[in-house]
Nanobody, 123 residues
Framework: VQLQASGGGLVQAGGSLRLSCAAS????????VGWFRQAPGKEREFVAS????????NYENAVKGRFTISRDNAKNTVYLQMNDLKPEDTAVYYC?????????????????WGQGTLVTVSS
């Protein structure tokens, strides 16, 4: 079971990035998927999640209106489009597959985690 996150990089404030999370078919079979992030010296926090059917999505308040989570089940890939990036968005971003089909928000509801991808937003 593997999740592969990619798409991070260095961007100026106000810019955009799109993160991708690719997984084995088994991993994404009937799973909700979420993105979390961890900034230096801070705890990991929830960013966004999407249910298996994409009928339900949740966002952390600070990213609402700027980030959009989507998924392509045929490609076993989940995306996080990040617009209007701010320096406080700087963090390592992780994708994870939930134990359920729901758009979970709690980290302990996730069973599988990918390696992180670093997003750095300069001011």
């Amino acid at each position: 079971v593997q999740l592969q996150a990619s798409g991070g990089g260095l961007v100026q404030a106000g810019g955009s990035l799109r993160l991708s999370c690719a997984a084995s078919r088994r991993t994404f079979s009937n799973n909700g998927v979420g993105w979390f992030r961890q900034a230096p010296g801070k705890e990991r926090e929830f960013v966004a999640s999407i249910s298996w059917s994409a009928g339900s999505r949740n966002y952390e308040n600070a990213v609402k209106g700027r980030f959009t989570i989507s998924r392509d089940n045929a490609k076993n890939t989940v995306y996080l489009q990040m617009n209007d990036l701010k320096p406080e968005d700087t963090a390592v971003y992780y994708c994870a597959a939930a134990r359920s089909i729901q758009a979970e928000t709690a980290g302990n509801r996730y069973a599988y985690w990918g390696q992180g991808t670093l997003v750095t937003v300069s001011s």
